[in-house]
């Protein structure tokens, strides 16, 4: 009698199983009950108008029905617009070179005896993504399934003419969602006019960059953390845009008793890129903004953290700031170690600006101190570091830089200026 229990139950649950997916529903809302295009930028180029939209999380699940986001699948709406004399093609790979296909999308959600269902839903992708031939004189819209992108979205949108000229527009969408470092700093405000301090000179500026504290502290300032030993001058967005382009994430804004939405990243292998980065002090305060560049492991990221000074220097912004790169995790105190030559990663941004074609000029003032490898100093986290004690001052321009036009200022020159750049310079 006990198996036969055991038996009809079992019965029971299997009934019940097929019931619900054989009457699973798809049912997505129509994108014009959403507000997603409030936030839309556009750009207009030789007669191409082009309008894009990233979508939120919750967008994403009202208007397909499914959990895009958990899957690592973020939809981008573009409109185009063709004034011209000519047909163009989009290629949706300068968007995304590894961007899902529409009913990929959908037989990656396909349901079990759900027949009905995954025929519309495979419908509905198919119709909703945007087409890649655009007459002359059209407006087409639609979707690009991407990869998921938190934070900043720096994307591509690449148009070809039957010429096989390319018009390329460049968008920098804020995604709605992660809380970022410096999402709350109020920059215009930060100081009084009379804590204001501006220079119109290269050395009067070099001088003002070696007075600096060699190092960011702890809260309260008693210890030191780690080297202040990069310098950008820029325009806050060009610096912020250079970095996003040089593949830096954002970080989320540390919040006591809020669980990271960072950490979401981890299940597509990229290991907690935009968790809250840990509080270092300059000026009385953490740092404005941090970014975080993964690699494979989470032990081998890269951090920023950027402060912005009380200085100018021919009315651009001076920025203040930190690098260093994990490379061992403390995992009992849930702490990383970084590199003990710090100089390493100081390079390795200025090279990323570069390659970025930001980079306008650039150059090394003293003011970290020098430190040995057998004589190395310590952080107030007990992390060891040598340097030979210089600091990287970077101009940023908001425009393209090719190598050709790149500046180097001869304040230090010992040993800095990397042969790379050198090999670069000399052979254009």
Not at 122 to 137: D, R
Not at 138 to 164: P, Q
Not at 343 to 362: G, P, S, T
Request: charged share 25%; with cysteine.
């Amino acid at each position: 009698m006990h198996t036969r229990h055991k038996i009809r139950y079992l019965l029971l649950l299997t009934l019940c199983f097929f019931t619900i997916y054989s009457c699973a529903t798809f049912k997505p809302l129509p994108i014009e009950q959403v507000p997603f295009r409030d936030r839309a930028q556009t750009q207009t180029k030789n007669n191409v108008r082009v309008t894009a939209a990233v979508l939120s999380e919750e967008e994403s699940q009202t208007i397909f029905d499914l959990p895009l986001y958990d899957q690592g699948i973020q939809p981008v709406w573009l409109e185009i617009e063709n004034n011209d004399e000519e047909n163009i093609w989009f290629a949706p790979v300068g968007l995304d070179p590894d961007y899902f296909a529409p009913l990929e999308v959908a037989y990656m959600n396909r349901r079990t005896f759900s027949g009905k269902a995954n025929k519309k839903m495979e419908e509905y992708f198919h119709a909703q993504g945007i087409t890649k031939y655009i007459p002359k004189g059209d407006i087409r819209s639609g979707f690009v399934f991407t990869n998921l992108d938190m934070g900043t979205k720096a994307f591509n949108v690449d148009i070809v003419g039957e010429d096989n000229q390319i018009r390329m527009f460049t968008f920098f969408i804020s995604v709605p969602g992660l809380r970022v470092s410096h999402q709350d700093v109020d920059f215009e405000n930060l100081y009084s006019k009379e804590e204001m301090v501006s220079y119109d000179d290269e050395a009067s500026l070099r001088k003002a960059l070696e007075d600096l504290p060699c190092c960011s502290t702890n809260e309260k300032g008693t210890k030191k953390a780690d080297p202040l030993n990069i310098v950008f001058v820029s325009k806050g967005e060009a610096l912020h845009h250079a970095l996003i382009r040089s593949g830096w994430n954002e970080t989320e804004k540390a919040e006591p008793g809020v669980v990271s939405k960072g950490t979401r990243s981890s299940t597509f292998g990229k290991q907690n890129q935009y968790e809250p980065v840990h509080p270092f002090f300059l000026y009385g305060r953490p740092q404005d903004a941090a970014f975080r560049k993964p690699r494979e492991k989470v032990k081998e990221r890269n951090h920023i953290r950027l402060w912005l000074s009380p200085m100018r220097f021919k009315g651009q912004p001076v920025w203040v700031g930190q690098i260093s790169r994990d490379i061992q995790v403390r995992w009992l105190r849930n702490e990383f170690e970084i590199e003990p030559l710090v100089d390493e990663a100081r390079a390795y941004i200025l090279q990323d600006i570069l390659y970025a074609r930001a980079l306008a000029k650039y150059g090394y003032v003293k003011g970290v101190g020098e430190a040995t490898m057998s004589n190395p100093r310590k952080t107030f986290q007990n992390d060891p570091y040598f340097t030979d004690g210089y600091r990287a001052v970077m101009w940023v321009s908001s425009k393209p830089v090719s190598f050709s036009e790149l500046e180097f200022l001869t304040w230090e020159i010992e040993g800095l200026r990397p042969k790379r750049l050198l090999e670069i310079q000399e052979s254009e």
